[in-house]
C-alpha cells in the first residue's frame, strides 16, 4: 500500500492502469503526460517495443495536493495486455493502491475484457489484495468506434461492484482525467482514513 517518506514528508500511492492488450492504457498515461502541468509530473518512463506495445510498464509520477503536511504524490501505471506477460502484471500490482480498469469497447473485444478482469482478480489475490476492498474505477475506451458494445452491456458484464465509470476515447482525452480523478479520490478516501 501507500510509501510514507517521512524526511520528504511525502506520501507515495500506485495506481495501475489495467486491462487487455491495445485497450489503450499506455494512451491514456500519455494524454495525463501532456496535459498536467510540468510542476506536478515527473518523467513518463516507457518500455516498449518497436510495434509500441508496452513490455513492462508506464510510468507517470504526479503530486495532487496534501495530507496533514505531506504531499501526495501518484505513481501511475502500466501493465502490458498481452498474455504472455503474466508475471509482470504480477509484479506491477505489488503495492497498489488503486486500479483503474480500462475495457476496449469494440465487440471483437469483449471477451478480452472479461478474461482481463478475471486475470487481474487473481493477480491480486495472489498478492493479498481483493479487488472488492480496493479503490477501483472502469473507463470504457474506445467509444468513438463503430463496432461498440452499448455501455449497458459492458456494465453487466465488467462493473459488479458498481464502481465509477466513465466513457473515454483517450487518443482525444475524453473520460481520460474523469477517470484518473475517480480512482484517485477514493484513494485519497482511503488514505485520510488511516492518517
Given at each position: ?157 465488467l462493473n ?9 476515447v483517450a ?25
Amino acid at each position: 500500500m501507500s510509501f510514507i517518506n517521512y524526511s520528504s514528508r511525502e506520501i507515495n500511492c500506485k495506481i495501475v492502469y489495467y486491462g487487455p492488450g491495445l485497450c489503450g492504457k499506455t494512451t491514456n498515461l500519455q494524454f495525463i503526460y501532456r496535459k498536467t502541468n510540468p510542476e506536478q509530473k515527473g518523467k513518463l518512463i516507457s518500455l516498449a517495443t518497436e510495434t509500441e506495445r508496452t513490455l513492462f510498464f508506464d510510468f507517470l509520477p504526479l503530486a495532487l495536493g496534501d495530507i496533514k503536511g505531506f504531499k501526495i504524490r501518484f505513481h501511475l501505471y502500466t501493465v502490458p495486455g498481452q498474455v504472455f506477460y503474466a508475471a509482470s502484471r504480477k509484479l506491477i500490482l505489488k503495492g497498489v493502491d488503486g486500479v483503474v480498469f480500462v475495457a476496449d469497447s469494440q465487440i471483437e473485444r469483449t471477451e478480452s475484457n472479461i478474461e482481463s478482469l478475471d486475470d487481474l482478480k487473481i493477480n491480486l489475490a495472489e498478492q493479498g489484495y481483493d479487488l472488492d476492498k480496493l479503490p477501483f474505477a472502469i473507463q470504457y475506451n474506445k467509444r468513438d468506434l463503430p463496432n461498440i458494445v452499448p455501455v449497458a452491456d459492458l456494465e453487466k458484464l465488467l462493473n459488479y461492484r458498481n464502481v465509477p465509470s466513465f466513457e473515454a476515447v483517450a487518443v482525444t482525452g475524453k473520460g481520460v482525467f474523469e477517470t484518473l480523478k475517480a480512482v484517485a479520490k477514493q484513494v485519497l478516501f482511503e488514505l485520510k482514513k488511516h492518517y
